[in-house]
């Protein structure tokens, strides 16, 4: 059973004329010690992914439709109040800037000892000595001095050790990592990554990462779901979904990663822009955009199932999936 199942979840944000329909029809699931990555751009539903996940959907945001399973039980139908004992014990959160997760006016190590004993029952002692060694194994140097500074004091990429300790600071089963390597430079970036690697592996945590950046994904995770205009359009293995994507959008977002290897005058881009909620277009939302677009594409919208396009058959959303060696057109590729 997978520790992390979310079936046909769908989010509405009520509006005075209309509803509008942020994410619609999302299904995925998260083994123990998997590293799952939402990548797309700005605006796919990632983020809102993971806001409903760990209950935290702005107003008038709602779940309209679906079941987020933990651990085999619902949480979606939580109380606030139940869902804030399974927000920091069970599920672990860790943000794009680590400052809106510190409290500016408390010492780190206030924060950590008090999150630890919120949810573990440890003396003072004990929840002092635990935020210590999490301090020490997000490599923090001289942790146990550290313990009594403040947010202000640590540079960016010390900051956001700080919130990966106190994201695990009750040993959660799931870790919730929205943009936590965007404001970081590209060598604390790859630090943070394989901080977060080791550290869920060691403890068996899950870990859902959500970015933009195919190189973060390319590194750090194992199966990676790609998502457009509120839904999954592709989830398949890494190396699968960057060497051989089906989904025509997939393939556009990995031609669109700058190559040591081919030299270019231009960097491949995908024409047009995600739909905003209230334009929808019918059948298939990236159709405006596909080059592989059909009349079927316009009038009946495609659901996730295993591609015949290649052996791999992992699943894509996609009237007519791209094959394994289909290549891009000479002018896309210019």
């Not at 590293?35 to 709602?62: F, H, Q």
């Not at 000892?113 to 002692?125: F, N, R």
């Amino acid at each position: 059973m997978a520790l992390l199942e979310v079936r046909n979840l769908s989010v509405e944000f009520p509006q005075r004329r209309a509803v509008l329909k942020a994410l619609d029809q999302v299904s995925f699931s998260i083994e123990a010690g998997e590293i799952l990555g939402l990548v797309g751009e700005s605006g796919a539903g990632k983020s809102l992914t993971g806001a409903s996940i760990i209950g935290l959907l702005e107003p008038p945001g709602r779940i309209s439709e679906g079941q987020i399973l933990l651990g085999g039980a619902r949480i979606d139908d939580l109380s606030p109040e139940q869902m804030r004992h399974v927000r920091g014990k069970r599920i672990g959160a860790i943000f794009q800037d680590p400052l809106t997760s510190l409290n500016p006016l408390l010492s780190v190590g206030h924060q950590l000892t008090q999150t630890i004993q919120a949810h573990l029952p440890l003396s003072a002692q004990q929840a002092w000595q635990r935020a210590v060694q999490l301090l020490q194994d997000t490599g923090i140097p001289a942790a146990a001095e550290r313990m009594t500074h403040y947010p202000h004091q640590f540079s960016g990429g010390m900051r956001q050790r700080v919130v990966i300790a106190l994201a695990l600071a009750a040993e959660p089963e799931l870790i919730i990592a929205d943009e936590p390597t965007t404001a970081l430079d590209v060598s604390i970036q790859a630090q943070i990554i394989e901080l977060l690697k080791r550290l869920c592996r060691q403890r068996g945590a899950a870990v859902m990462l959500i970015t933009h950046d195919m190189g973060v994904i390319a590194e750090a995770c194992d199966r990676v779901g790609v998502m457009y205009a509120g839904r999954l359009v592709e989830v398949g293995a890494v190396q699968q979904v960057i060497h051989a994507a089906h989904h025509p959008y997939s393939r556009g977002l990995m031609a669109s990663i700058p190559s040591t290897d081919v030299t270019r005058e231009r960097l491949h881009q995908i024409p047009g822009s995600m739909p905003r909620l209230t334009a929808i277009p019918s059948g298939c939302a990236f159709h405006p955009r596909c080059e592989r677009v059909s009349p079927r594409c316009l009038a009946e919208r495609p659901v996730l199932m295993p591609s015949d396009a290649s052996l791999t058959h992992h699943p894509v959303a996609c009237w007519h999936p791209l094959h394994a060696n289909h290549a891009l057109s000479a002018e896309d590729s210019a």
